[in-house]
């Protein structure tokens, strides 16, 4: 992703600024929702039914969340936000850094294979929340694969998100375990990242 991003835009919500009640009810939603794909997977998945969960009236889930998709790609935007700076993870910048990053971008929701599969198929959505959300994703994962690289080339860290993008649909396709992903990144990643001289 081009361009710049203020990092005011990526920590308010997609629809509006929240005040504390509104942001409780956000997280309620947000949680319920982990909670709604656990045990009923993505299909079975409905603002309505995560709505009933979090203790919200239906409409209310609406006002903050437009579809399912952009539900659970806000799930994914929070647990991605929430990762520590870059600089508090990695030791030092250069292979090893974006090795430690792309497995920590991998493993968000790789120990609850439902959630991830349900993270793959959200953030293809097309609704603009999502594509919203989507572009703030791609900012953050970029920062943070810049930060770990420790300089800005562009073609590395376009090969890096094409290669984390691939890792995600790749496991989504069933071709690999979402746990599995973050070994299979780290090996890409030292296959791209050309050999300290």
């Excluded at 361009?3 to 942001?23: D, I, P, Y």
């Excluded at 709505?51 to 006002?63: E, K, N, S």
């Excluded at 990695?90 to 349900?118: C, F, K, N, W, Y």
Aim: aromatic share 4%; hydrophobic share 45%; with cysteine.
């Amino acid at each position: 992703m081009s361009g710049h991003v203020s990092s005011e835009l990526t920590t308010e919500s997609t629809r509006r600024r929240l005040t504390e009640r509104q942001a409780d009810t956000v997280r309620r939603l947000t949680d319920a929702a982990v909670v709604e794909v656990r045990e009923a997977g993505y299909e079975g998945l409905t603002v309505r039914n995560v709505a009933r969960r979090a203790g919200v009236a239906p409409a209310t889930a609406y006002t903050y969340f437009a579809s399912k998709n952009h539900l659970i790609t806000e799930v994914f935007w929070r647990r991605l936000h929430a990762l520590p700076p870059v600089a508090e993870t990695v030791a030092a910048p250069g292979t090893g850094g974006v090795v430690t990053v792309l497995r920590e971008i991998a493993l968000l929701v790789s120990d609850e294979p439902e959630l991830a599969a349900a993270c793959t198929t959200a953030m293809l959505g097309t609704d603009p929340d999502v594509r919203e959300l989507r572009i703030r994703i791609g900012v953050a994962i970029r920062d943070r694969l810049r930060a770990a690289l420790g300089r800005d080339d562009p073609k590395i860290l376009g090969a890096l998100e094409l290669a984390y993008a691939g890792a995600l649909v790749h496991a989504g396709m069933g071709y690999t375990s979402y746990a599995r992903m973050a070994d299979r990144l780290a090996e890409m990643a030292e296959l791209i990242l050309p050999d300290p001289e």
